[in-house]
C-alpha cells in the first residue's frame, strides 16, 4: 500500500486530524513495512497490502494485532537497530486506537456491544428450579453440551441452536411442570422412619455369598463382636421388631468402598416418596479387623477392635445412572448417631453412604493397600433415619402458580368446571410472573391461549392442554432469547442482566419491584441489590458457573488417572470431590472478603479436607469437612496455580505437558492469548522415563514457527512440572519399563504399583524478559509484580461472564478505569463491573 492510499484509508475510517493521520502514515513506512512487505512477511503480516477496512473482522483483527505487538515493545524487534522514540510510538498507538475504537463505536451505536443469544442450559435449569420453586430438578443434563467462546457459555457465538436444542427445551419444560404437579399430587405426610442395615437386601447379599468372598464381604456384628451364626445363616439376619433395643445395635461392617458407579452398599428399602427436601442420619462406628492367619491380605471379621480413626463417610444418591454427592460426615470408633443434613432427592432415589478412604478393589488378585501387619481398617453401620419430606411455603408454589387453586386429581387431571374461564385467567398469570417485564404483552396472552384451546379441541384433556401451553411458553423466543435494543438498558434489561451475572437464573420478585418502580438506574440502589444478591445462597451458582469456564473445573472428569503410571490416585473421588471444592470455596472467600486479586496467584490460605490436606502435605486437618487452612510458610500450595483441580484439567491422566499448563497461566491468570500452533507434530511424551518433557521440548523450540510463543508459556509451565497428573509434589518423573522394577506398593484399586521413578523434574525457568525463576515459589513472586496485569485479566473474564459478549478493543479503556479505580478486591470489581456502562449498556 503507497503512503497516500494509508492515509485516504484512515482519514475515511477516523475523525482523526489530517496531522495525525499523515503521521500514522508516516511511521509504518519507517519502521514496519522493510520487512513485513510483499517480499518478507512474517507472521504473515503484509503491511505494504494490509488496507485499513475496520468494518471487516478479519481486518479489525489484524490492525488490533499491530497495536498489540508495538504496545507490548514486541515490535520493531529489539534486535533492530531503527527503532521509534517512545514519544513517536505512544502518538503511532494513540491515532490508531482512536480509529479502531472509532470505527467500533459506530457498530455499537446500531446493534450494541452484546448480541442476541439465548439461555445456557445451566442458566434455563436455574430459571425452571426459581420460577416453579423446585430446587430438586436436574434439567442441565437433557442438552446437547453448550459451546464455549471467550471462555464462557454465556456468548452468542457459543449458543447455536439445533433441532435437538428446540425439541429438548420442550420436553424439558413438559417435564419439569410434572414433577411439580406430582409434588402437589403425592403429598405424604412428614415422618421421621429408621431403615436398619440388616434388612437392607444389598447389604445383606454381601454376607456369606458366593461372589463377596475376602474384601468384598459384608459381615453381622454386635458392637465388637462378630455374629458367626447370622453369617453361617443358622440365625435370623435380625431380631426385627420384638427387640427394638437390640434391633438399634446390630450392624453389618465392612472394609471396602464402593464405586460411583455401581454403589453396593446402598440402603435399598428407602426410596424417596416424592422429590423434595428430606433431613438424613447414620448410626454406626468405626473398627478395626485383624488379618487372617493364613491369609494375612484379608480380613478376619472374628477378631474385631475398636477403630483406631475416624472414617471420613460421604452420602451420594442413587437413581438409574445419576449419582449426586449430597452430604458427609465423619464416622468415629464410638458408636454414634451422626446428621447427615437437609438434602434434595427426587422421587424414587435411594441413598448410600461411602467409606471414601478404604480402597476400591479392581480384579484380579487385589489386595487391600490399607492391610497392615495386625490388620485394617473398617467400618459398621446400623440404620438410616430419613425424615421427611420436609414441607413449607414453597412446596406447593409452583402447583399454585400453574393450577391456582384448581383441584388436582389422583390421576394427575386437574378439574375445572369453567376451562374457558381458567386457561386465559391462568395463562394471563403465568405470563406475567415469567415475562420480563412488569405485564404480560396480550399478543402473548392471544397465542398461547389460542394454543390451549385448539389443544382441547383436539379432544386433550384441560390439564395436558395447559401443560401444552405452558411448555410452549418456556420454550418460546420470548422466554429464551436476550435481546435487548442497543444503548442503554432499561430496568428491566438491567435486571435481567444482573440476575444471569450473580444467579444464572431470572429476576425474583424483589428485583423485579424494583425494576417496576425505575430504581435500578440509581447507583446506590443497584449496588444494594448487587449486595443484597451476593448474599443470598444462590450466588454460589455464579462461583460455580465461573470457574466452571474460567478455570475449567466443569473439565475434572474428562481425565482419569492412568491405572498403571497412577493408581495411587485411580478411583479416588474424594479426593477429585475435595479439590473441586477448594477452588470454589477459595473464590467464594475472595467474594465474600473483597479479597485482593493477587490470591489468585498465592495466597497464604486455603480450603482443606483431612484427603486433600495429606495430597498437599499440609499436616494437622482431621475430618471430611472442607475449612480454611492456614498454609505453612514454606508452602508451594495457596492460589489456583497449585490447586488440585487445576493441575488435573490441565494434565491428561497419565503425563503432564509444560506446553498446556504454561498455556493455563498466560490465558487464565495473565490474560495473553496464545494463537492456534502451526501445522508442527505435537511433542510425544515418553511414559519409559528415559527422556524429559525438557528435552523434547528443547528440540520443539527450535523450529522458528513455535519459538515465538512457546518462549512464553514454555517456562511458567516448566514450574508446574513439579506437581503430577493430580497435582501431588513430585520431584522425579514416573515411568512404566518392564524393564524396570517397580516401585513396592499398592493402589487404590487393590493393585500392585507398575510404575518407577525416572529422571529428576526441573523446574527451572527464564521468561521472556530474561527474569529467572527456580521452582514455583519463585515464579510466583515474579508474577506478583504486576498485580494491575492480573487484575486487568480477571475484570476481563467477570465482563466477558457478566455481560454475555467479549471484551472489544474499545472496552479495554473502560476495564482500565475498573482495575485503576482503587482497591483491587474481588468483591469491588464486580461492584465496578455492575456500575460500567459496559454492564449497563447492550
Not at 186 to 209: C, D, G, H, M, V
Not at 278 to 290: C, N, V
Not at 681 to 691: K, S, Y
Amino acid at each position: 500500500m503507497t503512503r497516500w492510499s494509508f492515509y485516504l484509508l484512515f482519514a475515511a475510517a477516523s475523525t482523526l486530524r489530517a496531522a495525525e493521520i499523515e503521521g500514522a502514515a508516516a511511521f509504518t513506512g519507517r519502521y514496519c513495512t522493510g520487512c513485513h512487505n510483499t517480499a518478507g512477511h512474517p507472521g504473515g503480516l503484509d503491511l505494504t497490502s494490509l488496507t485499513f477496512e475496520p468494518g471487516k473482522a478479519a481486518n479489525f483483527a489484524e490492525w488490533v494485532k499491530v497495536h498489540d505487538r508495538l504496545r507490548a515493545g514486541e515490535m520493531p524487534p529489539k534486535a533492530m537497530t531503527k527503532r521509534p522514540e517512545p514519544a513517536e510510538l505512544a502518538a503511532f498507538l494513540r491515532t490508531l486506537s482512536s480509529s479502531l475504537s472509532a470505527a467500533e463505536a459506530k457498530t455499537t451505536a446500531t446493534v450494541g456491544r452484546v448480541m442476541e443469544r439465548r439461555l445456557n442450559a445451566y442458566e434455563y435449569e436455574n430459571a425452571l428450579r426459581d420460577l416453579l420453586h423446585a430446587p430438586w430438578l436436574q434439567l442441565k443434563g437433557q442438552f446437547p453440551q453448550d459451546g464455549e467462546a471467550f471462555r464462557s457459555n454465556k456468548v452468542s457465538t457459543a449458543l447455536d441452536v439445533s433441532h435437538v436444542h428446540v425439541s429438548r427445551y420442550l420436553s424439558a419444560a413438559d417435564y419439569a411442570i410434572r414433577q411439580v404437579m406430582s409434588v402437589q399430587k403425592t403429598r405424604p405426610p412428614t415422618t421421621t422412619t429408621r431403615y436398619y442395615a440388616r434388612e437392607q437386601a444389598t447389604l445383606t447379599n454381601k454376607i456369606n455369598t458366593r461372589n463377596q468372598q475376602g474384601d468384598r464381604a459384608a459381615y453381622p456384628v454386635l458392637g465388637l463382636e462378630p455374629q458367626r451364626e447370622v453369617f453361617d445363616k443358622k440365625a435370623p439376619m435380625t431380631v426385627g421388631v420384638n427387640d427394638p433395643a437390640m434391633r438399634d445395635k446390630e450392624a453389618i461392617a465392612w472394609v471396602s468402598s464402593n464405586y460411583v458407579t455401581g454403589f453396593t452398599y446402598r440402603w435399598d428399602k428407602f426410596k424417596a416418596p416424592v422429590a423434595g427436601r428430606y433431613r438424613i442420619r447414620f448410626s454406626g462406628y468405626t473398627l478395626w479387623a485383624a488379618p487372617l492367619p493364613a491369609k494375612k491380605w484379608l480380613p478376619d471379621f472374628e477378631h474385631l477392635s475398636r477403630g483406631r480413626n475416624d472414617e471420613p463417610i460421604n452420602v451420594y444418591t442413587r437413581n438409574g445412572v445419576l449419582n449426586r454427592h449430597v452430604g458427609s460426615f465423619d464416622l468415629t470408633p464410638e458408636p454414634a448417631v451422626h446428621d447427615a443434613g437437609e438434602v434434595w432427592l427426587l422421587a424414587g432415589e435411594t441413598l448410600v453412604p461411602d467409606a471414601s478412604r478404604l480402597y476400591r478393589s479392581r480384579p484380579n488378585n487385589f489386595r487391600n493397600p490399607m492391610m497392615q501387619a495386625d490388620g485394617a481398617p473398617a467400618v459398621a453401620f446400623q440404620w438410616m433415619e430419613v425424615e421427611g419430606p420436609l414441607y413449607d411455603e414453597s412446596t406447593t408454589a409452583g402447583y399454585r402458580l400453574l393450577f391456582g387453586d384448581l383441584p388436582l386429581q389422583p390421576n394427575l387431571e386437574v378439574t375445572s368446571t369453567a376451562p374457558e374461564k381458567d386457561e386465559e385467567r391462568l395463562m394471563r398469570a403465568f405470563l406475567r410472573r415469567v415475562s420480563r417485564r412488569d405485564r404480560a404483552d396480550e399478543a402473548d396472552v392471544k397465542r398461547f391461549v389460542g394454543l390451549v384451546e385448539n389443544q382441547r379441541r383436539a379432544g386433550h384433556s384441560f390439564t395436558e392442554a395447559m401443560i401444552a401451553g405452558y411448555t410452549a411458553v418456556l420454550g418460546s423466543p420470548a422466554f429464551l432469547y436476550l435481546n435487548e435494543k442497543p444503548g442503554r438498558l432499561d430496568d428491566y434489561a438491567l435486571a435481567t442482566r444482573l440476575a444471569l451475572f450473580l444467579w444464572n437464573s431470572l429476576p425474583d420478585d424483589e428485583l423485579r419491584a424494583r425494576a417496576a418502580k425505575g430504581e435500578l438506574q440509581r447507583p446506590a440502589v443497584l449496588r444494594a441489590e448487587t449486595e443484597r444478591m451476593l448474599a443470598d445462597p444462590k450466588a454460589r451458582r455464579f462461583v460455580d458457573g465461573f470457574l466452571d469456564y474460567w478455570i475449567d473445573l466443569r473439565k475434572i472428569e474428562d481425565s482419569t488417572p492412568s491405572a498403571a503410571l497412577y493408581n495411587d490416585y485411580y478411583l479416588d473421588d474424594a479426593l477429585t470431590e475435595a479439590a473441586v471444592a477448594e477452588s470454589q470455596l477459595f473464590f467464594e472467600e475472595m467474594l465474600r472478603r473483597d479479597l485482593p486479586v493477587r490470591n489468585v496467584v498465592d495466597s497464604k490460605f486455603t480450603f482443606l479436607n483431612e484427603r486433600l490436606a495429606a495430597h498437599y502435605g499440609v499436616p494437622g486437618v482431621q475430618g471430611v469437612a472442607m475449612r480454611r487452612v492456614d498454609l505453612p510458610a514454606d508452602s508451594p500450595r495457596g492460589g489456583y496455580l497449585t490447586q488440585a483441580s487445576v493441575l488435573k484439567v490441565t494434565a491428561n491422566g497419565t503425563t503432564t505437558s509444560p506446553v498446556l499448563r504454561g498455556k493455563w497461566i498466560m490465558e487464565r491468570i495473565l490474560g495473553f492469548e496464545i494463537p492456534p500452533p502451526p501445522a508442527v507434530p505435537a511433542v510425544e511424551p515418553d511414559i519409559r522415563g528415559a527422556v524429559t518433557i525438557r528435552q523434547q521440548l528443547d528440540k520443539h523450540r527450535a523450529d522458528a514457527s513455535c519459538a515465538s510463543c512457546h518462549s512464553r508459556m514454555d517456562p511458567p509451565g516448566f514450574a508446574l512440572e513439579s506437581f503430577d497428573v493430580m497435582g501431588g509434589w513430585r520431584d522425579r518423573y514416573r515411568g512404566v519399563d518392564e524393564n524396570k522394577a517397580a516401585e513396592k506398593g499398592l493402589g487404590k484399586n487393590g493393585q500392585p504399583f507398575a510404575f518407577h521413578y525416572a529422571l529428576p523434574v526441573d523446574s527451572r525457568g527464564v521468561l521472556p524478559d530474561g527474569r529467572q525463576f527456580n521452582d514455583v515459589r519463585d515464579l510466583k513472586k515474579l508474577l506478583l509484580t504486576d498485580e494491575r496485569q492480573l487484575a486487568l485479566n480477571l475484570a476481563r473474564q467477570l465482563t466477558v461472564y457478566a455481560t454475555g459478549a467479549p471484551v472489544r478493543f474499545s472496552d479495554r479503556a473502560e476495564i482500565e478505569r475498573m482495575v485503576d479505580a482503587g482497591g483491587l478486591g474481588v468483591r469491588s470489581l464486580v461492584h465496578r463491573i455492575v456500575q460500567s456502562d459496559l454492564f449497563r449498556n447492550k
